[in-house]
């Protein structure tokens, strides 16, 4: 189990953009894949975002694509989920994980290590 601590959520108007972080103490995140989940009452765990370890490929849910960017930052030991022209069904309890698998699957049994969320809300 990898220990992970999101932060950097909020309430934010539509158009808005909010950069996500997920840190660890102990553990380089560079040698793990790494996810992003959503969870909301309706739509239930959904898959956001993962850049996969060593190779660095990169995933999108359809409904985030060309406006979300998730990135590695070495020197910081945290991975990044950049979001841009948030929409109001963005809200949501945003998750960092983490699995020593070099894929991007983002079944939640795939992942390994979870943090305890940063909420996001989006609404005018």
């Known amino acids: 189990q990898v220990p992970l601590a999101e932060s950097g959520g909020g309430l934010v108007q539509p158009g808005a953009s909010l950069r996500l972080s997920c840190a660890s103490s102990?553990?380089?995140?560079?040698?793990?894949?790494m996810g992003w989940f959503r969870q909301d009452p309706v739509k239930g765990r959904e898959g956001v975002s993962c850049?996969?370890?060593?190779?660095?490929?990169?995933y999108y849910a359809d409904s985030v694509k060309g406006r979300f960017t998730a990135s590695r930052d070495k020197t910081k030991n945290t991975v990044t989920l950049q979001m841009d022209s948030l929409k109001p069904e963005d809200t949501g309890l945003y998750y960092c994980?983490?699995?020593?698998?070099?894929?991007?699957?983002?079944?939640?049994?795939?992942?390994?290590?979870w943090g305890q969320g940063t909420q996001v809300t989006v609404s005018s």
């Open positions: 994980a983490a699995t020593s698998g070099n894929q991007c699957q983002m079944p939640p049994s795939y992942w390994e290590s």
């Open positions: 102990g553990y380089t995140l560079d040698y793990y894949t």
């Open positions: 850049i996969s370890f060593p190779d660095g490929v990169t």
